[in-house]
């Protein structure tokens, strides 16, 4: 059946009035836990508070339209804002104008990106992005983040280019604390973490488990609640707590990107770079959840709603936004059923935008910096390093890689730096490939590693398993490796290659195969393949490599040892092809 041109329409048709009711309740939970993340976040990208309202409203209507995922809140991010304030920050001024109007192409930049690689369908680059360079770049970026908002929890002159440098500037200027700004700030974040673990448990014995457990995850609404009170009532504004003042009433406004040739070409690799962690991010949160009520979600297509997002924040006064998990997660487990969740959630931002923010003048920054060291430090997964470590060498040095690079040289750097030492790691091990010799399992038909079974040979052949794509970077191998095999046997008449795992040989590695056979051939040696894949025997159908091989392609392995070594016998003495069908 044909895809509609929207993905809006799959879930419009036979939209009803419960399902209305399901996506409702959703959107109020949401939209009280996107009110604080939104505002604390445009503050992490250096932006003003209200940025993050307005990016909160667009985006939310162009995904619900584009996108494939049912429950997925699009917005902004902690990742995607420390991106933006370190793309921006040598541009100008934290909190000026022209910080903004970058920060709006930037967005632009990012979805025009994004929409374009939905076009060329590009979903599978996702794929280059490894889970461990993931998980280091998030556990950096967030002890990154984390460190970054101390100097306002702290209300102290602190920075630092790296976290060593932020450690140590944090560390000097401990001792110019303001005491009433580190008390909020301290309470706030005890408090928050208390309510992740503590406060749900006690909800729980007067409400049920699932009411209980998202009224715990409105504790940050509670915190922004009672300090802006208490500061309001107590003058802590004018005893030296910095606050958020004024916020701006009203709807997004209207901008456009500026079309400045030298911003462009400055913020061209972060806006890459924000599009393909976003993308990552958004789909990972969007295929678990899809899993868990047995739906699906098109790459190709939320590259698509991806991009129409951030375009659309880029034209509101946003800045770049991707689906956030900890929204997402709370979205589905409130029940929400369709996109039309994202539109109420709009909704509920456009309200908020219009009528609540006059109640935030006395808002604390230090309550906000609280709220994001305790969403980012939920994020942190040191542990990463010893599964690692266990399971996997070359995976434990791209997230530790990953890790050094984002701390010690900042997000964009460690980004390249994992993704780059994946392709080194992987082209390494693929270009030392595993070839086993394998013998005849006794009373079988199956054929097992030499050093690993006791299994039958015979020195007049020698079967040898690649346990890898043939290419340019491992011909070579294989090449050493037939070679030692010929000259270790006087006896040798026949080198099998046993192909199931071999999914693809490109043409550098035919020419390997062609000279591997010229030389067999000149010692009296046939060369054969056996169990070659469909794929693989359509590619070399349409070359001359099979007229001329010096010896035959078997369908099995075990009919290639019954062909060339029929004296060979089972322990028993029964010849092994006694029982091989004619």
């Known amino acids: 059946m044909r895809r509609p041109v929207l993905p809006a329409m799959d879930w419009l048709r036979g939209y009803r009035g419960e399902t209305f009711a399901a996506d409702a309740v959703a959107a109020l939970i949401v939209t009280i836990m996107l009110i604080p993340q939104s505002l604390a976040y445009a503050m992490l990208a250096g932006l003003p508070p209200e940025v993050g309202l307005y990016a909160s409203i667009a985006p939310l209507v162009a995904y619900a339209a584009f996108g494939t995922s049912r429950v997925l809140a699009v917005g902004p991010v902690a990742v995607v804002s420390l991106m933006t304030a370190t793309a ?3 541009y100008a001024m934290a909190g000026s104008s022209d910080y903004w109007a970058a920060a709006i192409t930037l967005a632009f930049m990012s979805g025009a990106m994004l929409l374009l690689m939905g076009w060329l369908r590009l979903g599978f680059v996702a794929n280059f992005l490894s889970h461990p360079v993931i998980s280091g770049f998030i556990t950096a970026t967030g002890l990154l983040i984390a460190a970054s908002q101390f100097k306002t929890l702290l209300a102290v002159p602190a920075g630092g280019h790296d976290f060593i440098a932020l450690f140590v500037s944090l560390a000097r200027h401990l001792p110019e604390a303001h005491a009433p700004t580190a008390a909020i700030g301290l309470i706030t974040i005890a408090f928050l973490f208390w309510s992740r673990h503590g406060l ?15 009224a715990a995850r409105t504790a940050p609404v509670v915190a922004i609640a009672v300090t802006t009170l208490a500061t309001w009532h107590f003058g802590w504004d004018r005893a030296g707590v910095a606050i958020v003042g004024s916020i701006p009433q009203g709807l997004p ?3 456009l990107p500026v079309w400045d040739l030298s911003l462009l070409q400055q913020l061209a690799l972060p806006a890459l770079l924000i599009s393909v962690v976003g993308f990552v991010e958004s789909v990972s949160v969007g295929q678990t959840l899809a899993a868990r009520a047995r739906q699906r979600i098109d790459p190709d297509r939320e590259l698509v709603a991806l991009g129409a997002a951030n375009v659309s924040a880029g034209f509101t006064g ?6 956030g998990f900890a929204r997402s997660v709370v979205n589905f487990d409130a029940g929400a059923r369709t996109p039309a969740a994202g539109v109420l959630t709009a909704a509920g931002i456009v309200l908020a935008a219009l009528l609540l923010t006059p109640a935030l003048y006395y808002l604390p920054q230090a309550t906000l910096a609280a709220t994001i060291v305790v969403a980012v430090l939920s994020l942190v997964d040191l542990r990463v390093l010893q599964r690692t470590w ?10 530790l890689t990953t890790l050094l690079a984002t ?3 900042g997000v964009e750097t460690g980004l390249i730096a994992g993704v780059g030492v994946s392709l080194a790691l992987f082209l390494l091990r693929t270009s030392r490939p595993h070839i086993a010799e394998v013998g005849l399992v006794p009373g079988t038909e199956h054929f097992r590693n030499i050093h690993r079974h006791q299994v039958l040979t015979t020195p007049e052949v020698v079967s040898l398993r690649v346990d890898e794509s043939l290419y340019f970077a491992n011909a070579r191998a294989l090449e050493d490796r037939i070679n030692a095999a010929v000259a270790a046997r006087p006896k040798l008449r026949h080198v099998v290659l046993l192909c199931s795992a071999i999914n693809d040989i490109d043409a550098s590695a035919l020419e390997s195969l062609e000279a591997i056979d010229r030389r067999l051939r000149d010692a009296g040696i046939l060369l054969h393949l056996s169990e070659v894949k469909g794929p693989v025997m359509d590619h070399l159908q349409r070359t001359d490599f099979l007229d001329r091989l ?3 392609v078997f369908l099995t392995h075990f009919r290639a040892i019954c062909a060339l070594a029929p004296e060979l016998q089972n322990p028993n003495g029964q010849s092994v092809c006694a029982s091989e069908a004619p």
């Open 318 to 323: 946003g800045y770049p936004v991707t689906g």
């Open 200 to 214: 749900r448990p006690v909800l729980a014995r007067a409400l049920s488990a699932r009411v209980a457990d998202i």
């Open 407 to 409: 701390l010690g040289f």
């Open 390 to 399: 266990n399971y996997s060498k070359p995976d434990f040095v791209a997230v």
């Open 88 to 90: 921006i920050g040598d």
């Open 550 to 552: 010096s010896g035959d």
């Open 253 to 255: 406004p209207l901008t």
